[in-house]
DNA sequence: GCCAACGTTGGC
DNA sequence: GCCAACGTTGGC
């Protein structure tokens, strides 16, 4: 079974809406910089799978919406570029060592379930946001998905 | 803005 | 390969 990701992105640099707005709806999810992070993107990331969007350092944290992955992983761009924060002096265009992959707009979530209501749940207890809040590309279960959209009022999404 | 958690770097 | 110093994340 494919797996289920939860991504973190902080609203003030690309939020949910930011997604929503760009063309096709879709934007290739930059700026992953940590290993953990890189070879779950790089090495189970498929086109297909579904993606909870996290908002994360601002006034509410919150899961806010649904997107799903419309490519496979590939470099990240944004590493080659010395203008970009993103850039890394160490990749090399032969050897590239931060990957991406594009995302597509799906829905907002009518109610966000805040990360309070999640610290709350018995159910997320085991949660990979409650366990290593850190890790910015996170996996979720089946289980936990179904419980995430019932308690945003959105028993069925379009993906 | 603070600070705890934790990831990364680099000297040895 | 160890580990201290340092940097970053992110909730509060």
Known sequence: MSPIWLLKTEPDAFSIDDLRDSKNATSGWDGVRNYQ??????DEMKAGDTVLIYHSSCAVPAIVGEAV????PYPDPTQFDPASDGY????????????????QY??????????????????????????????????VSERQ???????????SATA
């Open 106 to 139: 799906v829905c907002h979530y009518p109610h966000p379930l805040t990360l309070k209501q999640i610290q709350h749940h018995p159910e997320f207890a085991d949660m990979e946001l409650v366990v290593r809040p850190r890790l910015s590309v996170q996996k």
């Open 145 to 155: 998905l179904q419980l995430i959209r019932q308690m945003c009022q959105l028993v």
């Open 37 to 42: 992070a890189r070879n779950r993107l790089r």
């Open 88 to 103: 890394d002096a160490r990749s090399r265009q032969d050897h590239p060592r931060w990957y991406q992959a594009d995302v």
């Open 69 to 72: 992955v419309t490519s496979d």
